[in-house]
């Protein structure tokens, strides 16, 4: 099993941007799986996330307190800005704009601890900076959000707050305490842990996709150039912010992966949430989804690359 799990961890950007292509141009293969399904799955990662979790992970927070209040402040700063921006200069409607903007406002994603430890960065930094942003999500997501579409749209900010405590806090917070009391037990599944949030991710993906498959469609190019942009630009801008605080190679990395990697899952949950009424607002999580895993991929490897050839 455990080699099961970590081939389909390996090949996840794979395996995600396959199901995404057929559900896009098959999208009757993955009507069945509901969208009412999205908050449960997304809370199965949160609950995986939390099993992962131990007290030696927030230790950092006290020992290195600049370095996570640094990673705080550019995640909640570049990536809502970025989309913002991205969303005004290409003149998005009402609900991409909305989309792009929770993807932005959203934490840092999950598997931003698995590419910076791929790129040999520093992944104790990448879990401090992850599970102290998704802690404060229920707070900082809801505000921000409010603050750049309030006079776009109407958001229903109290539903975000509430939201994220169930789909979010409460999985993780339940993870964690399980692998405290329990984390001999625990230590026996958490080899098959990957294989479940690849599975929940995908199943995610698949029912976004193919629900929306010919508003994605409809819309062209546009929304995927946002999201792209959105994503590099957040990479760049995140280890841009590393050089400039002239941060060690190891610190650049984390900080570059957990700003540019967003948990769009989360995004594509709270759109649904706090924007009922909108159309394509779940299209840039979904898509978000699929793309930053095979960005996150490939960037891997060149980070590779840099720390090689400064040893």
């Not at 590419?115 to 809801?142: E, H, Q, R």
């Not at 929304?223 to 590099?232: A, D, P, Q, W």
């Not at 990479?235 to 912010?241: N, T, V």
């Not at 900080?255 to 709270?270: F, H, P, R, W």
Request: proline share 4%; charged share 10%; aromatic share 8%.
């Amino acid at each position: 099993m455990k080699k099961i799990s970590d081939i389909i961890g390996k090949f996840m950007a794979i395996i995600v941007l396959m199901v995404a292509i057929i559900a896009l141009f098959i999208p009757k293969t993955c009507l069945w799986i509901d969208t009412g399904w999205i908050n449960y799955l997304l809370m199965v990662v949160m609950f995986g996330m939390g099993l992962t979790l131990k007290i030696e992970d927030f230790v950092i927070v006290f020992k290195r307190p600049k370095d996570i209040i640094i990673g705080c402040v550019a995640q909640f700063t570049i990536m809502p800005l970025l989309a913002f921006g991205l969303g005004k200069i290409f003149g998005l409607e009402a609900g991409l704009m909305a989309g792009v903007i929770l993807v932005g406002t959203c934490p840092g994603g999950t598997s931003s601890n698995v590419i910076t430890y791929l790129s040999k960065g520093d992944v104790a930094l990448s879990v401090g900076m992850t599970s102290v942003n998704t802690l404060l999500a229920p707070f900082l997501t809801p505000a921000i959000t409010y603050l750049l579409l309030r006079t776009t749209v109407s958001v229903d900010v109290l539903g975000m707050f509430l939201s994220i405590i169930k789909v979010v806090i409460i999985p993780i917070s339940l993870g964690f305490v399980i692998n405290k009391i329990w984390g001999k037990h625990t230590e026996k599944i958490s080899d098959v842990l990957p294989l479940v949030s690849v599975l929940a991710i995908t199943l995610i993906v698949a029912s976004v996709v193919s629900h929306n498959s010919e508003r994605i469609l409809e819309t062209g190019v546009i929304v995927f150039v946002v999201v792209i942009l959105h994503n590099v630009f957040g990479y760049l801008a995140g280890y841009l912010l590393g050089m400039l605080l002239k941060l060690p190679l190891g610190k650049k990395k984390a900080l570059a992966i957990e700003i540019g990697m967003q948990n769009s899952g989360l995004a594509t949950s709270l759109a649904q949430t706090a924007f009922p009424n909108l159309m394509m607002v779940t299209v840039p999580g979904a898509i978000f989804s699929v793309w930053h895993n095979i960005s996150g991929a490939l960037l891997a490897n060149v980070l590779r690359v840099i720390k090689s050839k400064d040893n």
